[in-house]
């Protein structure tokens, strides 16, 4: 079996977190974390590679590095953007699927890819702590797992299990687990 918790960044001010969003990372790491973990990881941007080393500090593991997973990233912010504004605010994917159905079809696909190479880069029994964004990790989990999860607020984590080489969505400690 093997774990990745995928949680999306705290309270931020463009792309640094916000003194609440620090702290609202401390917190996380105080209450809600499982080491301990294989890997550690960052879509790439400031706000959740921030974060994430708030995190693996919060586990005691700053002797593992993290790393960098700009495929969890998506390449068209904007369009997201636009679907989540037509879809509601508070939208799931599927809400946002039906209001522009290629863009979630492809990304999740290339997101839940992405997912899956973290789930084969780790160890059997190991688990991975990722930092991403939303809809982008919703859209990742929709596209390995095939269920709807979210939408997720900020600091809210979603936590994917493969076993036997079967993905589900299981639960996470703490009050704001998936």
């Known amino acids: 079996m093997r774990c990745v918790e995928l949680f999306r960044h705290t ?15 401390e917190e996380i790491g105080r209450d809600r974390l499982s080491p301990p973990y294989a890997f550690f ?5 400031h706000r959740a590679t921030e974060m994430v080393r708030i995190l693996r500090r919060a586990a005691g593991q700053e002797d593992v590095s993290v790393t960098e997973v700009p ?33 979630v079809q492809q990304e999740s696909s290339l997101l839940g890819s992405a997912l899956r190479a973290v789930f084969d880069e780790l160890p059997d029994g190991g688990r991975a702590l ?8 919703e859209a990742a989990v ?9 939408p997720l607020g900020k600091g809210d984590a979603v936590l ?4 036997q080489g079967r993905f589900h969505v299981g639960e996470l400690p703490g009050p704001a687990g998936a």
Do not use: C, F, Y
């Open 142 to 150: 929709l596209g390995l797992v095939a269920v709807v999860v979210g």
């Open 130 to 137: 990722i930092v991403g964004h939303s809809p982008t990790n």
């Open 71 to 103: 495929a969890l990233r998506s390449s068209v912010e904007e369009r997201w953007r636009a679907a989540a504004t037509a879809a509601g605010k508070g939208a799931t994917v599927e809400a946002m699927r039906d209001v522009d159905p290629d863009l």
């Open 11 to 25: 309270d931020n001010d463009g792309d640094a977190l916000t003194g609440q969003g620090i702290a609202a990372a």
């Open 41 to 45: 990881g960052s879509t790439g941007e």
């Open 160 to 163: 994917v299990v493969e076993d």
